[in-house]
């Protein structure tokens, strides 16, 4: 048992230095990254259960590093939130997506939808209103096509200051989503108490259908649920035309993952819709 640890040990000795000299990397570059342009947002497309119609689409950050390369969100959002630099971050993220929506609707591209996500730190009433609020009369963005993510831990925290500043950002028009459902620990109840308007079915009950029989238990019981309790049910991480035949079957009402499309660049995004929905 020793030696196995003594291994474990110097694996994770190894591992470590290459982790710490990427966190390194990283951080200085983090807090440099938003003046030096190099944060790019892709967008995912959101469709009606019957593939038909585009409903929307989410944002989905991606940094461009100078060393490392195209980063993805897992890789640097961590630390981000940890360093506090998710702020200035996600007020980027929120005003560049919404200036994107509107060169869309000028380019007479209709995307009816913006989801953006919101981080737990971003999740703080008076900024985030104020955020949310000069960066619909900037762009002059209809607030009802605005779509926030927000996590069931972010709720939980604090319920009665969440549902506050929920309902002040209801207040404004924006939509409500919650994201990643079926992860954390609350119940479809508990969240009725909060004013949502989406609920994101988690990929994890996705990648199992149509033919584990415990996950096509699950997800349906979810979007009866939710369908009862009158949320609008996205599932996400459709792969397949067998997942996405059994979701509409199941009642939920839009669709995202990759048999649709990744997410896109805003440029690959419009060739996308002008090629027409594909499936
Ligand atoms: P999320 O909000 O749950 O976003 C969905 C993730 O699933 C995205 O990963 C997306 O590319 C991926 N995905 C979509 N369809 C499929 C599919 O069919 N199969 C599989 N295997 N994956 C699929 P991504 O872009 O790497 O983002 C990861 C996470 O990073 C997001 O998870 C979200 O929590 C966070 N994130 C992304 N952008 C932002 C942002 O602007 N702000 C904040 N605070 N978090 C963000
Ligand atoms: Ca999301
Ligand atoms: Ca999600
Ligand atoms: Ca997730």
Redesign the pocket.
Request: hydrophobic share 35%; proline share 9%; aromatic share 6%.
């Given at each position: 048992a020793k030696e196995a640890g003594k291994n474990t040990y110097q694996f994770f000795d190894a591992d470590m230095n290459t982790q710490t000299f990427e966190r390194l990397l990283m951080e200085s570059g983090l807090r440099q990254a938003l003046e030096r342009r190099e944060f790019e947002?892709?967008y995912?497309p959101q469709v009606s259960c019957d593939g038909v119609s585009l409903q929307g689409v989410?944002?989905?950050?991606?940094w461009r590093h100078p060393q490392l390369g195209l980063i993805?969100?897992?890789r640097f959002?961590p630390l981000a939130e940890e360093t506090g630099l998710?702020k200035p971050?996600?007020a980027w993220?929120l005003r560049e997506a919404c200036h994107q929506m509107v060169a869309w609707d000028k380019a007479g591209m209709r995307v009816p939808r913006l989801a953006?996500?919101?981080?737990a730190r971003?999740f703080e009433q008076q900024t985030l209103l104020n955020e949310v609020n000069d960066v619909l009369a900037v762009t002059g963005l209809a607030a009802s096509r605005l779509e926030l993510?927000i996590t069931e831990s972010m709720l939980m925290q604090n319920p009665q200051e969440a549902i506050s500043l929920l309902g002040e950002l209801k207040a404004l028009g924006v939509k409500l989503s919650i994201?990643?459902f079926g992860t954390g620990y609350s119940s479809l109840s508990t969240l009725k108490r909060f004013p949502l308007d989406y609920l994101k079915v988690d990929?994890s009950f996705i990648e199992g259908l149509p033919d584990d029989d415990d996950s096509a238990a699950i997800t349906e019981a979810i979007i009866a649920m939710a369908r009862k309790l009158h949320f609008t049910v996205i599932a996400?991480?459709?792969?397949t035309a067998e997942q996405g035949n059994f979701l509409r079957q199941a009642g939920c009402a839009i669709l995202?993952?990759?048999?649709f499309s990744?997410?896109l660049s805003a440029a690959a995004l419009e060739q996308w819709l002008a090629a027409g929905l594909q499936h």
């Open positions: 947002l892709h995912q989410e944002a989905l950050i991606r993805p969100p897992g959002i998710i971050i996600g993220v953006v996500n919101l981080s971003q993510e994201d990643d990929r996400e991480g459709v792969e995202q993952g990759y048999f990744k997410p």
